[in-house]
Protein backbone atom coordinates (compact mmCIF):
# COMPACT_ATOMS: atom_id res chain seq x y z
CA UNK A 1 0.00 0.00 0.00
CA UNK A 2 1.26 3.57 -0.76
CA UNK A 3 2.74 5.01 2.85
CA UNK A 4 0.91 8.42 1.98
CA UNK A 5 -2.56 7.61 0.67
CA UNK A 6 -3.04 3.88 1.64
CA UNK A 7 -4.38 3.03 -1.73
CA UNK A 8 -3.30 -0.25 -3.22
CA UNK A 9 -0.17 0.08 -5.36
CA UNK A 10 0.36 -1.98 -9.05
CA UNK A 11 3.50 -3.57 -9.98
CA UNK A 12 3.24 -5.51 -13.12
CA UNK A 13 5.23 -8.44 -13.67
CA UNK A 14 8.96 -8.31 -14.42
CA UNK A 15 9.17 -5.16 -12.72
CA UNK A 16 10.75 -4.05 -9.45
CA UNK A 17 9.03 -0.86 -8.41
CA UNK A 18 5.43 -0.89 -6.47
CA UNK A 19 3.53 2.29 -7.70
CA UNK A 20 0.79 4.60 -5.98
CA UNK A 21 -1.98 4.31 -9.02
CA UNK A 22 -4.38 6.98 -6.92
CA UNK A 23 -4.29 10.44 -8.76
CA UNK A 24 -5.39 12.44 -6.07
CA UNK A 25 -2.50 10.56 -3.81
CA UNK A 26 -1.10 14.23 -2.03
CA UNK A 27 2.55 12.69 -3.03
CA UNK A 28 1.44 13.17 -6.70
CA UNK A 29 -1.40 15.42 -6.87
CA UNK A 30 0.94 18.32 -8.27
CA UNK A 31 2.01 15.93 -11.23
CA UNK A 32 -1.61 14.53 -12.00
CA UNK A 33 -3.23 17.96 -11.88
CA UNK A 34 -0.62 19.03 -14.41
CA UNK A 35 -0.98 16.35 -16.54
CA UNK A 36 -4.86 16.71 -16.34
CA UNK A 37 -4.92 20.17 -17.31
CA UNK A 38 -2.49 19.32 -20.18
CA UNK A 39 -3.16 20.33 -23.59
CA UNK A 40 -3.31 17.25 -24.72
CA UNK A 41 -5.81 15.92 -21.76
CA UNK A 42 -8.51 18.38 -20.65
CA UNK A 43 -6.78 21.16 -22.21
CA UNK A 44 -7.20 23.63 -18.98
CA UNK A 45 -5.79 26.60 -20.48
CA UNK A 46 -4.02 29.12 -17.48
CA UNK A 47 -3.77 26.21 -14.93
CA UNK A 48 0.18 26.34 -15.05
CA UNK A 49 2.61 25.36 -12.45
CA UNK A 50 2.55 27.99 -10.63
CA UNK A 51 -0.92 28.22 -9.90
CA UNK A 52 -1.00 24.73 -8.81
CA UNK A 53 1.26 24.92 -6.47
CA UNK A 54 -0.83 28.02 -4.74
CA UNK A 55 -3.74 26.03 -5.21
CA UNK A 56 -2.49 23.12 -3.29
CA UNK A 57 -0.24 25.15 -0.82
CA UNK A 58 -3.66 27.79 0.15
CA UNK A 59 -5.54 23.89 0.48
CA UNK A 60 -7.96 24.93 -2.38
CA UNK A 61 -7.81 22.00 -4.47
CA UNK A 62 -7.21 18.41 -2.62
CA UNK A 63 -8.53 15.86 -5.22
CA UNK A 64 -8.69 16.53 -8.97
CA UNK A 65 -12.68 17.18 -9.04
CA UNK A 66 -11.84 19.98 -6.41
CA UNK A 67 -10.99 22.20 -9.61
CA UNK A 68 -14.55 22.55 -10.78
CA UNK A 69 -15.50 23.61 -7.82
CA UNK A 70 -13.06 26.82 -7.75
CA UNK A 71 -15.04 30.42 -7.57
CA UNK A 72 -14.16 33.13 -8.70
CA UNK A 73 -13.57 34.75 -5.03
CA UNK A 74 -10.85 32.07 -4.60
CA UNK A 75 -9.22 32.57 -7.70
CA UNK A 76 -8.80 35.98 -7.59
CA UNK A 77 -7.16 36.33 -3.76
CA UNK A 78 -4.33 34.02 -5.57
CA UNK A 79 -1.10 36.12 -6.20
CA UNK A 80 -1.38 37.14 -10.19
CA UNK A 81 -4.36 36.28 -10.51
CA UNK A 82 -6.90 39.04 -10.47
CA UNK A 83 -10.77 38.83 -11.83
CA UNK A 84 -10.23 38.71 -15.47
CA UNK A 85 -7.62 35.77 -15.52
CA UNK A 86 -9.84 34.38 -12.66
CA UNK A 87 -12.91 34.15 -14.63
CA UNK A 88 -10.89 32.92 -17.95
CA UNK A 89 -9.25 30.34 -15.81
CA UNK A 90 -13.45 29.44 -14.75
CA UNK A 91 -14.08 29.55 -18.37
CA UNK A 92 -11.93 27.20 -19.42
CA UNK A 93 -12.44 24.89 -16.47
CA UNK A 94 -15.88 25.32 -18.02
CA UNK A 95 -15.30 24.03 -21.42
CA UNK A 96 -13.30 21.23 -20.24
CA UNK A 97 -16.27 19.41 -19.22
CA UNK A 98 -17.14 19.30 -23.20
CA UNK A 99 -14.06 17.46 -23.94
CA UNK A 100 -14.55 13.51 -25.81
CA UNK A 101 -14.46 10.77 -23.19
CA UNK A 102 -10.24 9.62 -25.30
CA UNK A 103 -9.41 12.97 -23.49
CA UNK A 104 -10.11 12.43 -20.15
CA UNK A 105 -9.43 8.85 -20.15
CA UNK A 106 -6.21 9.82 -21.03
CA UNK A 107 -6.48 12.75 -18.53
CA UNK A 108 -6.78 9.88 -15.76
CA UNK A 109 -3.06 9.08 -16.06
CA UNK A 110 -3.54 5.30 -16.13
CA UNK A 111 -0.41 3.61 -16.30
CA UNK A 112 1.04 2.89 -19.75
CA UNK A 113 -2.61 4.70 -21.25
CA UNK A 114 -0.91 7.12 -23.67
CA UNK A 115 -3.30 9.32 -25.95
CA UNK A 116 -3.55 6.53 -28.74
CA UNK A 117 -4.65 4.00 -26.31
CA UNK A 118 -7.10 6.41 -24.83
CA UNK A 119 -8.52 6.72 -28.32
CA UNK A 120 -8.76 3.09 -28.83
CA UNK A 121 -10.36 2.29 -25.81
CA UNK A 122 -13.00 5.33 -26.07
CA UNK A 123 -13.50 4.69 -29.85
CA UNK A 124 -14.47 0.68 -28.62
CA UNK A 125 -15.92 1.38 -25.44
CA UNK A 126 -18.13 4.96 -26.01
CA UNK A 127 -18.48 5.34 -21.90
CA UNK A 128 -16.07 5.03 -18.94
CA UNK A 129 -19.02 3.38 -16.96
CA UNK A 130 -18.32 0.51 -19.75
CA UNK A 131 -14.42 0.79 -19.92
CA UNK A 132 -14.51 0.76 -15.62
CA UNK A 133 -16.58 -2.54 -15.63
CA UNK A 134 -14.38 -4.19 -18.55
CA UNK A 135 -12.33 -7.56 -18.06
CA UNK A 136 -9.10 -8.61 -19.01
CA UNK A 137 -10.15 -10.88 -21.59
CA UNK A 138 -12.06 -8.44 -23.40
CA UNK A 139 -9.09 -5.34 -23.04
CA UNK A 140 -6.13 -7.37 -24.49
CA UNK A 141 -8.59 -8.25 -27.82
CA UNK A 142 -8.53 -4.22 -28.55
CA UNK A 143 -5.73 -2.63 -30.89
CA UNK A 144 -3.06 -1.25 -28.70
CA UNK A 145 -4.00 -2.77 -26.09
CA UNK A 146 -1.90 -5.63 -24.65
CA UNK A 147 -1.44 -7.77 -21.44
CA UNK A 148 0.65 -5.26 -19.43
CA UNK A 149 -2.13 -2.15 -20.17
CA UNK A 150 -4.79 -4.44 -20.17
CA UNK A 151 -3.48 -5.23 -16.62
CA UNK A 152 -3.21 -1.73 -15.12
CA UNK A 153 -6.51 -0.62 -16.79
CA UNK A 154 -8.43 -2.83 -14.48
CA UNK A 155 -6.20 -2.84 -11.57
CA UNK A 156 -7.40 1.17 -11.94
CA UNK A 157 -10.83 0.59 -11.88
CA UNK A 158 -10.75 -1.81 -9.27
CA UNK A 159 -9.47 0.60 -6.43
CA UNK A 160 -12.01 2.66 -4.26
CA UNK A 161 -10.09 5.68 -4.28
CA UNK A 162 -10.36 5.87 -8.14
CA UNK A 163 -14.03 4.70 -8.76
CA UNK A 164 -14.34 7.84 -5.69
CA UNK A 165 -12.79 9.86 -7.93
CA UNK A 166 -14.49 8.84 -11.30
CA UNK A 167 -17.90 9.33 -9.51
CA UNK A 168 -16.97 13.15 -8.53
CA UNK A 169 -15.79 14.08 -11.83
CA UNK A 170 -19.35 12.62 -12.96
CA UNK A 171 -21.61 14.73 -10.34
CA UNK A 172 -19.25 17.83 -11.41
CA UNK A 173 -20.72 17.53 -15.32
CA UNK A 174 -18.10 16.19 -17.06
CA UNK A 175 -18.54 14.21 -20.41
CA UNK A 176 -18.25 10.57 -20.01
CA UNK A 177 -19.20 9.18 -23.75
CA UNK A 178 -17.83 9.72 -26.81
CA UNK A 179 -18.83 12.31 -29.17
CA UNK A 180 -16.94 11.85 -31.90
CA UNK A 181 -19.72 11.88 -34.09
CA UNK A 182 -18.80 9.97 -38.05
CA UNK A 183 -18.45 12.62 -40.59
CA UNK A 184 -18.77 12.40 -44.69
CA UNK A 185 -15.11 11.54 -45.30
CA UNK A 186 -13.83 10.62 -42.15
CA UNK A 187 -12.62 7.32 -43.17
CA UNK A 188 -10.62 9.72 -46.15
CA UNK A 189 -7.69 8.46 -45.12
CA UNK A 190 -8.55 4.56 -43.71
CA UNK A 191 -5.17 1.84 -44.16
CA UNK A 192 -2.95 4.81 -45.08
CA UNK A 193 0.48 5.19 -42.89
CA UNK A 194 2.02 8.79 -42.72
CA UNK A 195 5.55 9.91 -41.16
CA UNK A 196 5.81 13.68 -40.29
CA UNK A 197 8.95 15.33 -40.52
CA UNK A 198 10.48 18.81 -40.30
CA UNK A 199 8.43 22.04 -38.64
CA UNK A 200 5.15 22.42 -40.32
CA UNK A 201 4.41 26.32 -40.43
CA UNK A 202 0.88 26.49 -40.01
CA UNK A 203 0.17 23.04 -37.52
CA UNK A 204 1.60 21.50 -34.62
CA UNK A 205 2.78 17.93 -35.27
CA UNK A 206 -0.15 16.97 -32.98
CA UNK A 207 -2.92 18.95 -35.10
CA UNK A 208 -1.20 17.18 -37.95
CA UNK A 209 -1.35 13.91 -36.09
CA UNK A 210 -4.53 14.48 -34.65
CA UNK A 211 -6.37 15.32 -38.49
CA UNK A 212 -4.52 12.05 -39.76
CA UNK A 213 -6.13 9.90 -37.06
CA UNK A 214 -9.76 11.46 -37.74
CA UNK A 215 -9.82 10.66 -40.99
CA UNK A 216 -8.66 6.70 -40.38
CA UNK A 217 -5.18 6.90 -40.74
CA UNK A 218 -2.22 6.06 -38.75
CA UNK A 219 0.91 8.25 -37.87
CA UNK A 220 4.82 6.97 -37.23
CA UNK A 221 7.52 7.98 -36.01
CA UNK A 222 9.58 5.51 -38.96
CA UNK A 223 9.49 5.16 -42.00
CA UNK A 224 8.99 1.50 -43.69
CA UNK A 225 7.90 -0.02 -47.13
CA UNK A 226 4.23 0.46 -45.79
CA UNK A 227 4.79 4.43 -44.90
CA UNK A 228 1.92 6.06 -47.55
CA UNK A 229 3.37 9.42 -47.37
CA UNK A 230 5.84 11.42 -45.88
CA UNK A 231 4.74 14.97 -44.81
CA UNK A 232 7.94 17.31 -45.40
CA UNK A 233 8.14 20.39 -43.24
CA UNK A 234 11.23 22.95 -42.88
CA UNK A 235 14.65 20.89 -42.09
CA UNK A 236 13.66 17.35 -42.74
CA UNK A 237 16.79 15.52 -41.86
CA UNK A 238 17.34 12.05 -42.68
CA UNK A 239 13.89 10.79 -42.50
CA UNK A 240 13.77 12.72 -46.04
CA UNK A 241 16.46 10.72 -47.78
CA UNK A 242 15.34 7.53 -46.35
CA UNK A 243 11.87 7.91 -48.15
CA UNK A 244 13.77 8.98 -51.23
CA UNK A 245 15.81 5.89 -51.11
CA UNK A 246 12.85 4.12 -51.09
CA UNK A 247 10.65 5.65 -53.41
CA UNK A 248 8.27 6.93 -50.62
CA UNK A 249 5.67 9.50 -51.61
CA UNK A 250 6.38 12.98 -49.97
CA UNK A 251 3.84 15.56 -49.11
CA UNK A 252 4.74 19.95 -48.74
CA UNK A 253 2.07 20.96 -45.88
CA UNK A 254 0.43 22.80 -48.74
CA UNK A 255 -0.32 19.27 -50.02
CA UNK A 256 -1.08 17.88 -47.11
CA UNK A 257 -3.73 20.50 -46.41
CA UNK A 258 -5.15 19.21 -49.41
CA UNK A 259 -5.43 15.86 -49.46
CA UNK A 260 -7.14 16.07 -46.05
CA UNK A 261 -9.31 19.13 -47.36
CA UNK A 262 -8.21 21.52 -44.64
CA UNK A 263 -7.02 23.91 -47.91
Known sequence: NCPICHSSTFRPEGEVISRCENP??????????????????????????ALVAQLLEKKLVKNIPDLYSLNLEDLANLER?????????????????????????????????GERTAQALADYFKRIDSLAKVSLDELIQIEDVGPKVGESIVFFFKQPENIELINKLKEAGLNFSSIKKEKKGE????????????????????????????????????????????????SPGLKLERALKLGIPTLEEKEFLKLVKKD
Open 187 to 234: RLLAGQIFVLTGKLSDLSREEATEIIESLGGTVSSSISSKTTYVVVGD
Open 81 to 113: MGPKSSQNLLDEIEKSKQRDVSRLIYALGIRYV
Open 24 to 49: SCPAKLKESLLHFASRRAMNIEGLGV
